[in-house]
């Protein structure tokens, strides 16, 4: 059998402190903060690219500098299910920091490989010792750095855990290629939309770019700008392409449950919670179909679900929260409804509209307030034509991605217990 030993014993462990803010006379740095430790079994030179700016002293510097081998985990959040999970630092990163909330490990790369520590850490022990041991109440719950140093490990040979840390990178790689295969898919989606929808240089009925050949426009005093003649505006919440879903859910004897938290912007989706009908959170009141869109309803949450056929597995087993709101399409309008929420103006107004007292958020009646374009049926059909293949290999993507961290959750037991070998 294999020893066990405390974390602090093969193991650097600190706690940032390394705030969001830009001061003057200090470094100018990036930050990996809470949810881009929450939302990555890795942190790669990719991932960093989206982490936000901020400022650290010299000391900050040299003490929460990511350098590949680390390991972070979250060690303060509201529910005790969301600390102590961790990511492994794959790269070596020119100031980039480990925010606030986090904890930065170290380990002894002479012992204790990083990839198996985030890989034991993400197991159901790791995650039980530190829901267990969590300190707090009611607003918020946390990992005190005493408990993070007790944590007891298997010390495997060095070996060996290189070589489970090789079998878990195949399946890691594969994921972050779909999620960069992915968000290269939705900027092309973007250019597409700014191309018909923005510039209004679709082909006409001459083959030629429709605005930029001189097609007919009219002024729209709801959107302040020049529209082809034959489109109209309408309002999200008031319109013929789509219609607001409602809550409720029909019964059902288990399905997976997903908050928007669950969601990556629009690349994948993180494992969600089993529940019941009758033991269901009050919020997990929101049902899933086939040609529906999803936004994050919370101002400054970019969180979308796009749901074509190609979801139809997922969505028979899953049920969401109702901090997303859904838009139920036709089958041809499914597309442009897609690409006009994904659009970046859609989160500004939605931003602009929020309400709250403490966290703000957008409500169902403030869809009438948000305006959008109704282009002929004819230019749908065809808009829908052309980026129906790139919206259904991201489907495909995201499913397999939800597979292949699926396959990496069974496998990752039985490589610790080396009930599987290694190679």
């Not at 970046?344 to 602009?352: I, L, M």
Request: proline share 3%.
């Amino acid at each position: 059998m294999s020893e066990h030993v405390k974390l602090s014993e093969v193991c650097e462990i600190l706690n940032s402190n390394v705030d969001k803010k830009i001061k003057e006379n200090e470094q100018k740095v990036k930050l990996c903060n809470f949810t881009d430790v929450y939302n990555n079994w890795a942190i790669t030179k990719y991932t960093s690219k989206k982490f936000m700016k901020a400022t650290a002293t010299q000391n900050e510097i040299n003490k929460f500098s990511l350098k590949k081998g680390y390991v972070a985990i979250t060690k303060d959040s509201e529910t005790k299910d969301d600390i102590g999970i961790s990511t492994y630092i794959a790269d070596n990163f020119d100031n980039v920091l480990l925010g606030y909330h986090c904890t930065l490990l170290k380990p002894n790369q002479k012992v204790l490989n990083g990839k198996f520590l985030n890989a034991y850490l993400n197991s159901f022990y790791g995650r039980k010792y530190f829901s267990n041991c969590a300190s707090g109440s009611g607003q918020r719950y946390t990992l005190t750095i005493d408990t993070i140093k007790d944590l007891n490990i298997p010390l495997i040979n060095i070996e060996t855990q290189q070589k489970i840390a090789r079998t878990l990178s195949i399946l890691d790689q594969k994921i972050e290629n779909n999620h960069k295969v992915n968000e290269l898919l939705h900027k092309i989606l973007e250019l597409l939309y700014e191309q018909y929808f923005v510039r209004f240089d679709f082909l006409d009925e001459n083959n030629k770019p429709y605005q930029t050949s001189g097609g007919k426009m009219k002024f729209s005093k709801e959107l302040n700008r020049l529209i082809p003649n034959d489109f109209e505006v309408k309002t999200l919440g008031d319109n013929p392409l789509c219609n607001t879903i409602k809550t409720g859910v029909t019964p059902f004897k288990q399905k997976v449950y997903y908050e928007t938290k669950h969601i990556q912007e629009t690349l994948s989706l993180n494992q969600g919670l089993k529940v019941s009908y009758n033991k269901r959170p009050n919020r997990a009141n929101m049902q899933p179909t086939i040609h529906s869109v999803w936004f994050a309803k919370m101002k400054d949450t970019k969180k979308h679900l796009f749901l074509n056929q190609h979801m139809q597995s997922w969505i028979k087993e899953s049920i969401l929260s109702t901090g997303f709101c859904g838009l139920q399409c036709q089958k041809h309008t499914f597309e442009y409804i897609a690409s006009t929420i994904k659009y970046s103006p859609f989160e500004t107004r939605k931003n602009n509209l929020a309400t709250g007292a403490t966290q703000k958020a957008i409500n169902i009646e403030a869809l009438d307030y948000i305006f959008i374009l109704i282009p002929n049926k004819e230019l749908l059909d065809n808009y829908s034509k052309i980026t129906k293949p790139l919206y259904e290999k991201i489907s495909n993507n995201i499913i397999e991605t939800q597979t292949l961290t699926a396959l990496r959750d069974f496998l990752l037991p039985l490589l610790l217990k080396q009930q599987v070998k290694p190679k």
